[in-house]
């Protein structure tokens, strides 16, 4: 897909669905839970467990810390928080909302308690999906798997591939899984798309995607792969230098160490 070889990214996606060794969980809202940790649609998944003792080691994560809810009790520092665009893509009603994001007042996930106001923070939301419940150790003692690889990811690939192929009805035909999956036995919401356009339906592919893989550390692979970081990044009035913020700075001292062989990136 970073290549733009579509055509021989849809054949690799097609052997994984067609395989059956993977299928959609059928709540999206359990996905992200420890009890559907390395679940039907995990493809790769990084495991952690909190141990109770540092004696026989710690098999935890300070990804849960990071990124987890911060409130009273103080259960994470809510780093990469969901931004007012973000909440702006979704559609009315989709259930995915809902489970990526968590707001001051909502009720815990296991029912525990609510997210307690902190004045300090502007905005507060929070990313659900690094949420964890009570657990062994301090907070950098982090149970939650990470999951790298969805099986949903590869339909949405699928989906684009097959668009930019001109395959319009397979592209439809895995988007529209994914829709319904997230709406679930709500037929009100998240209708099957009927696009035939290529444009538009590569529009909504990839606000698909988005919202499908929110908080999951893809977007700004996606902006790039699309080639329209700096559009989208500059329209929420954030700064972005062309052909410089891409990538980041390499440290001087690595480009020493390497005798010459690495060079700085462009603009640094």
Known sequence: ????????????C??????????????????FTQAGENGSESMFEIGAVALQSAIVGSGATPYNMVQGVRGVPNLG????????????????????RQATIIYVGEVLPDGSTIVQDNPEILNERFNQKAWVSNHPGLQDNGPGNIRLLRYADIILLGAEAANETGNTSKALEYVNMIRKRARGTNNFILKDLTISNQNDLRTAIRRERRVELAMEQLRWFDLQRWDVQADVIKKIGKPFISNKHEYMPLPQTEIDLSGGNLTQNQGY
């Open 77 to 96: 520092w809510g780093f990469n928080r969901p931004s007012d665009d973000l909440i702006a893509s979704y559609e009315a009603g989709d259930p995915r």
């Open 1 to 12: 897909m970073i290549q733009k070889k579509y055509d021989k990214a849809l054949l690799l």
């Open 14 to 31: 097609e052997e994984v669905v067609n395989s059956n060794e993977y299928t959609l969980m059928p709540a999206y809202n359990q996905i």
